[in-house]
Structures are given as C-alpha cells and as structure tokens.
C-alpha cells in the first residue's frame, strides 16, 4: 500500500511541477518563429496532387510563384520568381523573364525549365492531378490532360533559354497575372522530382522531410502528423535578408473551441476560424485579438431545380426574397456579410443586386406559382453537412416557415455523403459555399455551366454559357467584365443558388505579429510578417 | 494452458479475419467514394486515379490484394486521403502515441480507482463512502468531452499548469490534461467494481476467522481480501485496456493528441479504405489480446475458474 501511494505522489508532483513559467507564444518571439493554427494537417506536401486551402499555407512558405503575394494589397502584383511579364494585344500570349540566380533551397538555379516541368507533370495524364483545371488556360493543356494530344511540346508552354518563359493561352486571360499566384502555377525541382521517380509517378517521396527542395522563403523543417509542420528560414532564398521570421510552424488545429483556448493560452500567434458563438464572447472581452476580415468565398442554399415547385424561377425568387440576409449574418453567421450577389468584392468587378429583403413581392411571386400562403408546397428538407452549419440551417427553415409558411426539414448527413448527394441531385436544397481561387468574377461564374462537376443544381441556361463565352473571347477589359455582370444578373434572376452571406475570416492574432493586412485571398507572404518581440506590445 | 493459450489465439485469427470480411462489405457500403471533394475532381482524373488503385477490378480481385499484401508482407498499402502516404508508416507514427496515452490513462485508473474501492467497502455505509461513490458516479456520467474542455479552461488556460493543446512524448506536462481527462471514466467504474467485489469478499466467513485470529485491518484488506476481490475488476481491465486505446478519439480531438483515433475518424469520413483495414484490424487484434489477457488473470486471482474450465 505504501508502495502504492509514493509511486502516485511520484507521479502527481511530477504533473504538477511541470507547470510552464513562459509561454510558448514568449518563447516563439524570442527565437522569431511564428505560431500559426492552420485548421488541419496537409493532405500532402506536393503541389500537383493537393486542393485545399490548409495545403496552401504550407506550400506557400515553400514554393514561389512566378509573380508574388504583396502583403498589405490583393491587387499589387510584386515581382517573384519573375522579374518581369509582357502580354500581347488581346492578351493571349504572356511572356516572363525570370529571376536569375534565383535558387532552390539545395543551391541548384531555378530556370524557365523547372516551369515547363512543373506545367507538363501537373498536365500529364497518368499523374491524375486533381485541381488540374487550374492549368486549363494554357493552349492545348486540356486535350494533353485528356489524352487527346500526346505530344506536350503541343502544349503552349515554353521555356526560351533558362530566363525566358513563355506562355500561350486559349482564350484572352488579362488576369494571367493574379492566376500564377495560385500553388498550381508554382515550379517544381525537375531535378529532385526525378531523382525520386518519374514524371507521372503520383506516391514518391520527394515532398518528404529531407527531400523536398523549394524555391520560397522558407524549408521544411519537420512534420509529424497531426501535430505540426515546421518550416525554417532558406538561406538560398534571393530576398533572405529581408526575411523576418526564422521559421513558422502550422499546428493542426481541427477543433476550433481547441484552438481558440490555446490562442488564449499563449501556445499560438494566430488561429484558423473562431467559432462563430464565441465571437460576442471576444468582442467584449478581448476586442485587442479579434479580426474580421473580408475573405473572396460566398456561403448559400443550393437548389435542385430538377424537383417539383423549385424548378419555378418565382418559387426560387421567392425563397430568396424572403430571407432576411442581414439579421442572419448579425446573429447567426458572426462576422459575415449579407451577399446580395454571388460574387463578393472582387476589385473592379462590380455585379448588379436583384435580390433584397421583399416579403410583399416574395408571397405574391409564390402565389403566382400556385402556392398561395405556402398552400400545396410540397414538403421538401435542406441537406446540411456535419458541421457548423446546423444554426444556420435552423435560421433558414424559421425564415421560410415565418414569412412563407413553407416548411422544410433539415437533413444533416456526414460529410462525405452531404457532398456526394449533391454531386447526384439527390438533395431538394443544401447548404454550401465557395471559395474564389484569384480574384476574378470567373472564379465564381464558370460553374455554372451545364455539366461542370462543381454545378450540382441541375440549372443550365445557353443565355448564360453565350454571355460567359463572349466574355472569354473578348480582349477588352472593361467589355469583359461588363459581359460578367450580364451573366450574373442572368443567374441571380434565375437564382438557382441563393446567395445570403459573403464569408470573412474571423480569427484571433497577437498584436505582435507585424506586417499583416486583411487580404481578400488570405495569401499572406510568410516572408513579410515579423514579430516584435516586446511582451504585449501594442 | 499452453493449449488453451494457442486454442484462445486461433480464435482470435478467426475473429480478425470476420473483421475484414464485414469491414470489406462495409466500407464497400459507404455511399461516398475516396475521391468526393468539395470541389470536383475531373471525371476523366477519377477513371484514372480508379485504375492505378485497382478500383476497377472484380469485387473478389479488390478483396484478396489487401488481404495477401497484409498476410504476405505486412503492407497495409497506402492511403488515399494522404495522398500516398503508407499506411504503415501513418499506424508507426500514431499508434505509440495512442498506446502511450492509453497506458498512462489506465495507469492513473487503476491508482485512483482501486484504492477508492477498497477504502470505500472497508468503510462500507459511511460518510467517505458516500462521497467517494458518489463521486465515481459523477465521474461516470460526465461525458469526456465535457470534462476535458472545463479541466483545460480551468488547469491549462486559467491556472497555466498545463499545455491545452498538443503532444510531446519528452515533455512531461502535454500528457496532464488528456491522460488525466481519459482516466476518469475508466478510475470510476474500477471504484465500483473493486468496492462490489472486496464488499463480498468482507462477508466470507474466512474473513470473520481472520478477524478473529486478530490479524490487522490493513493485512486482511491487502492479503485476504483483494485477491478475491479484484477479480471482477481484473474481467473489466483487459478489454478496458483494448477499449482505451481505441476509445481516446474524443480526447485526442480535444487535446490535439496525434494518436490513431484521428486518422481513424477521418479515414472513414473519406473512404480511406486502407487506413481503415489497418486500423479496424489492429484494434481488433488489441480487443482480442485484452480478452485472452483477462481470462489467464482472472484465472490466476481464482483458482476456481481454473477448476471450472
């Protein structure tokens, strides 16, 4: 028994003394490294075969880009791998010179070589990239990625001596620019890529910890699954001296009442999402960390326009006038912005409203339909996703029970069959969202197009394909984004989606992290952000 | 014994492969595939991707490769949600981390829970009775998930004894707060499990004549008593043992522990049909051993049971 007892004393006063004297937080100014919960562990560290934004972030200290991300502006375009880009008339055809004596972090050069490697692994058929489309501007990539062409030097993509890259498009792409910011346009190491395999070989070990060799600011340094990913500075890197931080590490932060305690705890300098129920909580008591920025993704209710009732354009008006946007973002989605289009702010692209808050129009549309009062309305349940979304659902079904006496149930499926039973049509209405990948009104219009597999509403209009079709062959600016707002307003008053809200990211960060905007895409450059050291700076 | 011992494991063979059998089917029920993302992937790159998998092949193909891959070289194959990544190394990463945790975790258990139970039918019907049940009743009822974030808020962001979040095997005070948390539930039951059996163990007449002789309190309790009574405590160890290991899933989600649990989860949420084969099996594997474990316990704590079988 007394054995018993001193080996539990033992064992107690070893947990209690451990208590920690500085945080982490205290500790990572001191040595420079950033803290950053990144909402999960990367898929994979290899740019050709991942898609989602957590990836991004990782890839983002790693690789560069040929044109960069500036930290305090989404539409300043700094010069990266490329020092300099050149487009003819109807901007078809981009011409980048490259940095020379730019490196990998393993001191091998970086040439217009490694681009067109990069561009014909991401393109080749057999290596199955998923986010593939990305490339899809290029000349002839499409049918090299189908197998129709087998010859890649078909593909519009050349390097013209080791600085020269040129690029041929299918269609005038005046955005080109801002679209190489995006990880499927980074370069690869051909040289690494090879050593481990070939071109098209999809599971190699050249992204793994003492393999990868990139071209960004930044190495990776260790990564353990599911319990962080750290990367440190590149002494190759052409701009190292204007590098702050000595590393970053991403924690895997899946649960987001998690990470918001630890942000609080001291053990992060930033969070991925603030659950939106405690967003009240922190703007009272700590308004210093909380931040709202404005994010290019745009949250609403999909519609199966296959089903009875809903395949009426006055039934789906109808639905979408009688939501009220505003107090939906102010009590339930915190921080978000009632959308009263599809596309959020995009710069220069301005789309036309033609949905607001009418409840008269909204019933008597529904009453032209011959669902006077709701009458005869075919019982019908919004499909959500495991998930966060389940308060917005319920905010949704009140609207509609409330001002159009419709009733919908609410279906909550796991996450993998929420999104297959979209992608079947098996679903009346659901919950979803988008998120713009450059900031340009194709990023949100080209899905809807009859076939394309992001669609899933069984809507399809040749008026609309016409007018987004114009738009890709017109070589005029300003003509083309006039055609875009055509094609939106075509869509929105058709509204086989509902938009109702424009999603921020709502986070919490230390104010000692130095040199961080809010920026449309959330790309910031890892290579700008400092840290001061000094304890609760202001 | 020895017999019995490779009788009981051949059993368990048995069971395992039942397990990949219903496994199989199951993951073949899954009404999503491994290629569902939330931004669809091309048509033509899923045929593609189907085809380098062996997806494409007859359902009996599509069975037997795992199982003579599993069976001949140990290769679990590799995951599809990570993008290649061996399944093999994903389980040699995470599985010491689960064992760690569910080991630490049943070590507290029993610290706590065993002399809880003794204590508390010694001084069966009396204030430290009550309170100490009562407490095991608690401890019972209240969900992990709701006891792990008030231990956090309170000892880990409040008091700043604990970290709230992460895992580091040399650094002593990450494992407080899961290892702690995860312990609770398992130290209640073992309370009560341990006060039932040395209750019945009390009223034997051969404690009276113990008693009578007048040996000491503490001699009866250690010596005569809780050999009889830990047995119905041993029967619950062994598959609590199992059940701990595979069970951290909540703690692991809200201590970010980077234990098994997690690939487990989301390997189903994703159809990662490999990830879940290794992980399925190899709890299956823990469950069984645990049982077989408990029995010779049990077996060696009651001579009787020896006898009976």
Redesign the interface.
């Known amino acids: 028994m007394t054995r018993i007892s001193l080996y539990l004393i033992s064992i107690l006063t070893l947990f209690f003394t451990a208590c920690q004297k500085e945080t982490q937080v205290e500790k990572a100014n001191r040595e420079k490294i950033l803290l950053v919960g990144n909402g999960g562990d990367p898929k994979s560290l290899d740019l050709h075969l991942v898609t989602g934004v957590i990836e991004s972030k990782v890839i983002g200290s790693l690789f560069e880009g040929l044109v960069g991300d500036h930290p305090q502006s989404d539409t300043e375009m700094p010069s990266a791998a490329a020092v300099s880009w050149e487009h003819n008339a109807d901007y078809t055809e981009w011409v980048f010179q490259l940095r020379q004596g730019a490196k990998w972090s393993d001191g091998e050069l970086v040439t217009a070589h490694d681009f067109v490697f990069a561009y014909n692994r991401m393109l080749h058929p057999e290596l199955a990239a998923p986010y593939v489309e990305m490339l899809y501007f290029i000349k002839n990539a499409e049918a090299y990625n189908k197998g129709e062409i087998i010859d890649f030097a078909k593909v519009g993509v050349k390097a013209e001596g080791d600085y020269t890259l040129r690029i041929q498009l299918k269609e005038p792409v005046p955005y080109l620019p801002g679209v190489t910011r995006h990880y499927t346009w980074f370069p690869v190491p051909k040289h690494i890529v090879l050593q481990h395999g070939e071109i098209s070989d999809r599971f190699t070990e050249w992204t793994d910890v003492g393999n990868i060799v990139g071209n960004g600011a930044f190495v990776l340094q260790s990564w353990k699954m599911n319990d962080h990913v750290a990367v440190k500075k590149n002494p190759h890197y052409w701009d190292v001296e204007h590098v702050k931080l000595n590393g970053v590490r991403f924690f895997p932060t899946e649960n987001t009442y998690t990470e918001t305690r630890a942000f609080l705890a001291g053990q992060l300098h930033m969070t991925y999402q603030l659950p939106p129920d405690l967003v009240p909580k922190m703007e009272k008591e700590y308004p210093q960390f909380l931040r709202k920025d404005p994010y290019v993704g745009s949250r609403f209710v999909r519609v199966n326009v296959t089903r009875p009732a809903l395949n009426d354009p006055r039934v789906r008006m109808a639905l979408s006038l009688s939501l009220d946007r505003k107090s939906l973002c102010d009590t339930v989605l915190q921080g978000f912005a009632p959308a009263d289009t599809l596309s959020p702010d995009l710069g220069a692209y301005q789309p036309e409203s033609v949905v607001a808050y009418d409840l008269e129009k909204a019933r008597a549309l529904l009453a032209e339909a011959g669902y006077p009062n709701g009458k005869g309305f075919p019982r019908y349940s919004i499909l959500i996703g495991s998930g966060g979304t389940r308060s917005t659902s319920e905010a949704i079904q009140a609207m509609w029970k409330k001002n159009l006496n419709i009733l919908f149930d609410i279906h909550a499926m796991d996450y993998g069959s929420y999104i297959s039973a979209q992608q079947k049509l098996d679903f009346d209405v659901t919950l979803a969202g988008w998120i713009g990948d450059y900031l340009d009104p194709t990023t949100f219009l080209l899905m809807w197009t009859e076939g394309n597999g992001n669609n899933n509403t069984g809507w399809h209009s040749d008026d609309f394909e016409k007018l987004l079709d114009d738009a890709a062959h017109s070589a005029d600016p300003a003509e083309r984004l006039k055609l875009f707002v055509q094609a939106e307003k075509l869509l929105m008053e058709e509204q086989p989606i509902i938009p109702f809200a424009w999603q921020a990211k709502t986070y919490l960060l230390q104010p000692q992290v130095k040199n961080w905007q809010p920026l449309l895409l959330d790309n910031h450059p890892w290579s700008a952000v400092e840290l001061n050291s000094e304890k609760g700076a202001p | 014994m020895i017999g019995k011992l490779i009788n009981r494991l051949l059993q368990g063979i048995v069971v395992l492969f039942v397990l990949y059998t219903l496994t199989f089917f199951l993951i073949r029920a ?4 491994p ?11 899923i045929e ?2 189907k085809t ?1 998998l062996g997806l494409d092949q007859p359902l009996h193909v599509q069975y037997i490769r795992p199982l003579k891959n599993i069976l001949l070289e140990g290769n679990l194959g ?1 995951s599809t ?5 061996p399944v093999n190394e ?1 389980m040699a ?2 599985f010491p981390v689960s064992i760690h945790l569910g080991i630490m975790s049943m070590i ?1 258990a029993i ?1 706590i829970g065993l ?1 809880a139970g003794v204590i508390s039918a010694y001084k069966k019907n009396s204030m430290v009775d009550y309170l100490l049940m009562a407490t095991a009743m608690i401890g019972l009822c209240l969900p992990s998930f709701v006891i792990g ?1 008030i231990l ?2 309170y000892l ?2 409040s ?9 580091d095997v040399r ?3 990450t ?2 707060l899961p290892v ?1 948390t995860l312990s609770l539930g398992y130290a209640a039951y073992l309370a009560r499990l341990t006060r039932s059996g040395v209750l019945d163990v009390l009223s034997q007449d051969f404690v009276r004549t113990a008693r009578a002789k007048g040996v000491s309190t ?1 001699k009866i309790l ?1 010596k005569h008593c809780l050999r009889g009574g830990l047995i119905p405590s041993a029967a619950y160890i062994g598959p609590a043992f199992a059940g701990i290991i595979s069970g951290s899933l909540v703690i692991e ?4 522990v ?2 098994l649990g ?2 487990f989860i989301k390997a189903i ?3 990662d049909a490999n990830v879940i084969f290794g992980i399925v099996l190899l709890y299956g594997a823990l469950v069984t051993l645990g049982n077989i474990a408990s029995d010779f316990l049990i077996a060696w704590l009651n001579p009787r049971s020896r006898a009976q079988s």
């Open positions: 899954l009404p999503y595939g290629f569902q993302t939330e931004k669809a992937i091309p048509a033509h790159v593609k991707l380098q590799v949600r990570l993008e290649g990544r994903i990463q995470a507290l610290l002399p974030p956090a808020e880990g962001r008091k700043q004894m604990f970290p709230v979040m992460g895992w650094q002593v005070s494992w407080g702690f503490v250690v989600a809200v201590f970010q980077p234990g997690r690939h949420e994703t159809n």
